[in-house]
């Protein structure tokens, strides 16, 4: 929900992915277009503009279609009347941020631009990419470097191109979840990344250790650091429930 009280949700209904707006913090919604009509839903991602941005997958209902080619990214400037769609970035989930960056003939007078990111995971870590234009031209950084596959990342935003992310990595006993901020100085240089230590959650399944929900949402505090959620679903000891994180800044 922006700060507005305009919601929006996004969702698959097995024939596509479907839009609605609600203008008064939920209590009504204006049901527009379809924004594809294959593929699912994944992540929605609002700028400080207006602008929307959806993650279309080849995969939906459940896991039970999959259709080949359909990997994109929706943009919208409208209000989701019309939408440019352009190649996604492999698994990845995407946040519309404020960036500095120098306009051109005016070097001393920054100005304010919109930019899209994602993360994805993959074989040997986990990979950031940005688009200055909308999704139409992507730069990418291999931001962790590890032997396993990283996987589910999830990635928040704040202020000028901060970001902060969490991911799995590892199964049954070695599964642990991963947090990491990450922030852009000089435009040409890659991104800087730290990351906290990783941690397991009371999360099971089968008596093996399970990510409970797939994605870990992470949101950044107003007085420094940032918090994390993970579900709690230890059965043979009957704890169902939530757990906070705390971490700071470093």
Do not use: C
Not at 62 to 89: E, M, N
């Amino acid at each position: 929900m922006e700060p507005d009280r305009t919601a929006h949700v996004i969702w698959n209904d097995g024939s596509g992915v479907r839009y609605a707006v609600s203008q008064d913090g939920g209590a009504s919604w204006n049901l527009l277009s379809r924004i594809h009509e294959q593929g699912g839903s994944s992540h929605l991602a609002i700028g400080p503009h207006g602008e929307i941005a959806v993650r279309i997958t080849p995969s939906s209902a459940s896991g039970s279609k999959f259709i080949p080619g359909v990997d994109l990214i929706a943009v919208s400037r409208d209000g989701g009347k019309t939408w440019q769609k352009h190649p996604g970035q492999a698994s990845a989930i995407g946040v519309l941020t404020k960036t500095r960056e120098r306009r051109a003939g005016r070097s001393r007078s920054p100005g304010m631009k919109t930019v899209l990111s994602t993360l994805f995971g993959a074989q040997k870590g986990l990979w950031l990419a940005r688009s200055p234009d909308q999704s139409k031209t992507w730069t990418s950084w291999h931001i962790v470097d590890r032997d396993e596959v990283s996987y589910f990342p999830y990635l928040t935003a704040r202020g000028h191109g901060e970001l902060a992310a969490t991911w799995f990595s590892g199964k049954d006993d070695n599964l642990q979840a991963h947090v990491a901020t990450i922030r852009f100085g000089d435009r040409k240089a890659p991104p800087q990344v730290v990351e906290a230590q990783p941690f397991q959650t009371d999360t099971w399944w089968q008596n093996h250790r399970s990510t409970g929900g797939e994605y870990v949402p992470i949101i950044f505090l107003r007085a420094g650091g940032y918090d994390v959620v993970t579900t709690i679903q230890n059965f043979p000891e009957k704890r169902l429930r939530f757990e906070w994180w705390k971490f700071a800044e470093r």
